[in-house]
């Protein structure tokens, strides 16, 4: 084996132990990965309640995605749905909203997602609790300026309530995270309204989406509202540089006076060298 | 036309062609050995890659660059030496004009090798004509050279017609029939006819103004492959102009260096004589105080100023190169100056001395341009292995350097062989000057 | 025994060197071979060298996938992600040199350990001024010297900002090295000895694998930004030092917290480092005030052979340490 290759053995081994491991070869054989799940609940947009699950490796270099783990989501006892971790280590199941959910005595779905554990990875399992709640969103537009008004109520045996002193934020989806705009707390209505600033960056149209959202919520896990609409400032669509110093192509003032040299050197050498046959010519009516 | 005189001259410059020493052979030996292990040098190179080299992630250009600019400024100065003595009639520049030319072409070819040698992937080196981007200086340079090349080699070979004419018919010279051959087929019938010398006479004038242009353009261009970077000590508007007059200093020195080998080993004291020395001597008096006053107007204005950057490169020439610095730009510059100043002191030694001391000088002077700027770049040197921080040349290097000079001493003796390294017919033009 | 073993795998290095530049020519004359024959001729193969050093024979329609899967990403890469222009930004107030993101991404781009695309630098603006924790990655400049200067285009400016590298094209001249007045590019200098998994077709948004003879530079994790992923630096920082994100959109993100970019700058006084030199950086910084450690935690835990890079000013050049 050559000493690149014992070096990279050397570094996937170590990979797989994680961090806090004690370094030794022998052993590495039989420990397996000891995964981490995140585990989380979220009722978008249309409703839809889904159950999500990242399965990663926690090592020296940073979390490492576990693909192709094979995960169960329960609902109390019940088997919701099977899924299998894609190569970024996420896997997700649907809830169907026909079936009647089991909720516990204080009126919360507990929910699980459990992995089994297979030749390599360790088995591993979590447990959430969510409160359902519903949030409506209302965009107005009052004297030129624009609100986000969001509503949250819940279902108890009392009927619809609002939901007060809970954290709810208003966010842009960004392209690699939700980007908060506001984030305040519900008052005794169960309302929060905020100003939406009239400076946020949009789509090329000014086109943008408004999110009213339970981020991460302790007891109601991940719950948004989303609705698009002309609220942002329209994107500059830079035109690309097509001549300059560090493009393809190159300012015209270099091509042109470049030609020029070129052309007159290389035309005086070309001159010089027909003077050259000229010369011969010469020479060969002189022998004659 | 004078047939004594001819003969005269036939005799005294063509044994050279006709007969080859054994010290010849031997010196010849010795060149290629240094030029085999020059190879060698580079085999190991291509095997293990640059990693042989001293350079390293922050001094990424070492001795192969300065080597490759300290070339193609030699030859750029025989270029302009050659053209402007031809253009102006120079009454004394007939033996010295065709050395000047043959430096010109013979360091144009080895010049570039050392940029070969510095780039990493050798074999991608066509990709340069193959996709070039004209914004880039290396790309204004592979142009401005090819460019050069052709035009350094047609001046040279318009410049031999007359002489090949010459050996072509002298009738008593003993030599290989290969050469005779090779003299007629050169020679183009060149018969001397009125027309003939007028069309001659025009295209070297010609290519001699075209030459001079060229070498100031080429150089400048090459100059401002360092010019257009901001890095201190290159950023600096009077590179282009610096580079030109550094390159004609050390192309007079080494003109007056081969005239002194050449006049002494090839027996030419009666063509080479004191005047051409004194004479060059002058030239290279001007632009030594050109070149110092240059270099010292460069620096005045950076230490004055004293930009961050500029005073630690500055603080580094005056410590860690405190003895190239004074060497490069005291001595170099001031032995010249002072040796020809002075008239008792104009003897030929003493004027070739001064020379190679101008030659070694510039080099050095190239190295301290390219070097200690390297190592001092915007962002302080960190966060790399210590023993990353400094250049120090290795043996490849070094090997690879003492083959380009090899090579440069080779391929002169060469044509020293094929052809007179004095020209004939200069000389006896200006003996007919003489006579009327 | 070993030793000889090296010397003779050193020999089949170099004869694959030279190999491949005549190689280079039999595939340009097979190349015009292939185009005349008919197309999906299998059962022709072509004898290659393979990188232990032995002789194989591959059929040829599969070099031809490959190599056209190269050209693909190739191009790919020259267009860049449609409608962003990526933005980094990084608050020295929160890095104590914990050097994840140098680990990270050494990991990602199969970089020997040696080779940094991100540096930690220990920066002193004045004599007076206190010391502070510096990461450096590529600035991706707006007006970037070492594309100007690239005489292949091997180095180019996309339109999302990025400037990568395409180690295929690149001729090894350095020039853009001495260009970037940052130091953000690395030589590689020798062979880098990684195994590149047998199926991996090169793509310059990765630049995997290094090539001896080539310059080497951070592409900020270009593949990455195409699945609308965070670069590795930016993930793997335990301190939430690395923001990263679209100019278009006014938002970076570390991954924890997201943040308007115009607020960042107007809040914490956002700058570019150097912006004298006109090279217009796309990562600015904020500046290290309201530290939350001290200079001295990244020393903490450090190998000594690391510890040693930040005493640049004790080492002569002997090698050997001032005393």
């Not at chain 1, 399992?125 to 949030?135: G, K, P, Q, R, T």
């Not at chain 2, 200093?249 to 004191?274: D, H």
């Not at chain 2, 921080?389 to 003492?402: C, D, H, M, N, R």
């Amino acid at each position: 084996m050559s000493k690149a290759s014992i070096k990279y053995v050397s570094l996937f081994i170590l990979v797989l132990l994680g961090p806090g491991s004690n370094l030794s070869a022998t052993a590495v054989q039989d420990s397996k990965i000891n995964p981490y799940m995140l585990f989380t609940y979220l009722k978008d947009t249309d409703s839809r309640q889904i159950l999500q699950v990242k399965m990663t490796n926690i090592t020296q270099v940073g979390e490492v995605p576990l693909p192709g783990l094979n995960i169960g989501f329960y609902n109390n006892e019940a088997l919701l749905g099977e899924a299998i971790t894609d190569t970024e280590g996420n896997a997700s199941c649907t809830i169907g909203s026909s079936l009647p959910l089991f909720a516990s005595e204080d009126g919360s779905w507990p929910f699980s997602a459990i992995f089994e554990g297979d030749s390599l990875t360790e088995e591993t399992y979590s447990e959430l609790s969510i409160y359902d709640v519903d949030i409506q969103m209302m965009l107005s537009e009052e004297e030129g300026e624009r609100f986000v008004t969001l509503h949250a109520t819940t279902l108890t045996s009392d009927g619809r309530v609002p939901v007060t002193g809970e954290e709810i934020g208003v966010y842009v989806p960004r392209m690699f995270s939700l980007l908060p705009v506001s984030i305040g707390m519900l008052d005794e209505n169960g309302a929060f309204r905020i100003k939406f600033p009239d400076d946020m960056p949009g789509d090329s149209l000014g086109n943008l989406t408004v999110i009213g959202r339970f981020n991460d919520h302790y007891l109601f896990g991940n719950v948004e509202r989303r609705e698009e609409v002309r609220w942002g400032t329209e994107a500059e669509i830079t035109a690309p540089v097509y001549r300059s110093l560090w493009s393809t192509l190159a300012p015209k003032w270099m091509i042109i006076s470049l030609t020029i040299m070129l052309l007159g050197v290389w035309g005086h050498y070309t001159y010089v060298i027909i003077n050259l046959f000229r010369i011969r010519k010469e020479g060969l009516k002189k022998k004659e | 036309m004078n047939r004594t005189n001819r003969e005269a001259l036939l005799s005294d410059l063509t044994p050279e062609i006709a007969k080859t020493s054994r010290s010849w052979y031997i010196v010849f030996g010795i060149l290629l050995l240094v030029f085999i292990v020059g190879i060698y040098g580079l085999v190991q190179q291509i095997d293990k890659g640059h990693i042989v080299t001293g350079m390293r992630d922050n001094v990424v250009w070492g001795v192969y660059i300065v080597n490759f600019i300290f070339f193609m400024g030699l030859s750029y100065a025989g270029a302009l030496v050659s053209g402007t003595l031809h253009l102006f009639k120079t009454p004394w520049r007939a033996p010295v004009i065709r050395l000047a030319e043959l430096i010109t072409v013979i360091s144009l070819a080895i010049g570039p090798f050392f940029i070969f040698f510095c780039v990493g992937r050798l074999e991608r080196i066509p990709y340069i004509l193959a996709f070039p981007r004209i914004q880039s200086p290396i790309v204004w340079d592979v142009i401005a050279i090819l460019t050069d090349v052709f035009g350094a080699a047609i001046f040279l070979y318009v410049s031999f017609i007359e002489d090949f004419a010459i050996l072509r018919d002298a009738d008593n010279l003993q030599i290989a029939p290969w050469k005779k051959k090779m003299y007629r087929i050169l020679s183009l019938g060149y018969q001397g006819t009125p027309k003939q010398k007028r069309i001659l006479s025009f295209s070297r004038n010609v290519m001699a103004a075209m030459i001079i242009a060229i070498a100031i353009i080429v150089y400048s261009v090459l100059a401002w492959i360092f010019g257009v970077t901001l890095q201190p000590g290159w950023h600096s508007t009077i590179f282009g102009p610096y580079f030109v007059i550094a390159a004609v200093f050390s192309g007079v020195g080494l003109l007056i260096v081969l005239m002194a080998i050449f006049r002494k080993i090839y027996n030419l004291e009666k063509y080479i004589t004191l005047k051409h020395f004194v004479n060059l001597g002058i030239v290279l008096f001007v632009i030594a105080a050109f070149f110092g006053y240059f270099t010292f107007s460069d620096y005045l204005t950076k230490w004055y100023g004293s930009v961050k950057m500029d005073k630690i490169l500055i603080d580094k020439l005056f410590t860690e190169f405190k003895t190239y610095f004074i060497f490069a730009n005291y001595i170099g510059i001031l032995t010249p100056i002072i040796i020809i100043a002075i008239p008792r002191l104009r003897t030929i030694n003493n004027i070739t001395i001064a020379s190679v001391i101008a030659l070694l000088a510039l080099w050095v002077n190239r190295y301290i341009i390219i070097v200690p700027t390297l190592e001092t770049p915007f962002i302080p040197i960190q966060d790399t292995r210590h023993d990353w921080l400094f250049y120090s040349p290795t043996w490849v290097e070094w090997s690879l350097t003492a083959a380009g000079v090899a090579v440069f001493g080779m391929l002169f003796m060469i044509i020293s062989k094929l052809a007179p390294i004095i020209s004939i017919s200069e000389l006896e033009e200006a003996a007919e000057k003489n006579n009327t | 025994m070993e030793k000889k073993e090296q010397d003779s795998s050193s020999r089949r290095k170099f004869i694959r060197k030279v190999g491949l530049s005549l190689g280079s020519v039999a595939v340009a004359g097979s190349v015009a071979v292939a185009r005349e024959a008919p197309e999906n001729e299998s059962g022709e193969t072509v004898k290659l060298l393979s990188p232990d050093g032995t002789l194989v024979e591959v059929d040829r329609s599969s070099i031809k996938k490959a190599r056209a899967q190269t050209k693909e990403q190739i191009k790919k890469s020259y267009k860049g992600i449609p409608d962003r222009k990526f933005v980094m930004v990084i608050d020295l107030a929160k890095c104590k040199n914990a050097r994840k993101c140098v680990d990270a991404c050494q990991e990602g781009h199969m970089l020997p350990k040696d080779h940094e695309w991100i540096k930690i630098q220990l920066l002193q603006d004045s004599e007076l001024a206190s010391k502070y924790w510096f990461p450096k990655p590529c600035y991706h400049c707006d007006s970037p010297l070492c594309v100007s200067v690239c005489p292949v285009g091997a180095t180019y400016k996309r339109e999302d900002g990025i400037v990568l590298v395409d180690n295929k094209r690149c001729i090894g001249c350095k020039f853009c090295m001495t260009a970037c007045p940052y130091s953000a590019r690395v030589f590689n200098w020798k062979d880098p000895e990684v195994d590149v998994p047998a199926d991996h077709v090169y793509d310059p948004e990765l630049n995997i694998p290094p090539v001896e003879g080539t310059v080497g530079k951070c592409v900020f994790c270009a593949d990455k930004l195409r699945n609308n992923e965070l670069p590795r630096c930016v993930k793997a920082c335990p301190m939430g030092v690395i923001y990263f994100g679209d100019l278009n959109e006014d938002a970076v993100t570390n991954g924890v917290e997201t943040l308007r970019f115009s607020s960042l700058m107007l809040d914490k006084h956002g700058y570019r480092h150097m912006e004298e030199l006109g090279t217009m950086p796309t990562v600015y910084y904020l500046p290290p005030v309201d530290r939350m450690y001290p200079v001295e935690i990244g020393f903490e835990d450090l190998d000594e052979s690391i510890s040693d890079r930040y005493r640049t000013k004790d080492f002569t050049k002997s090698g050997k340490t001032k005393k």
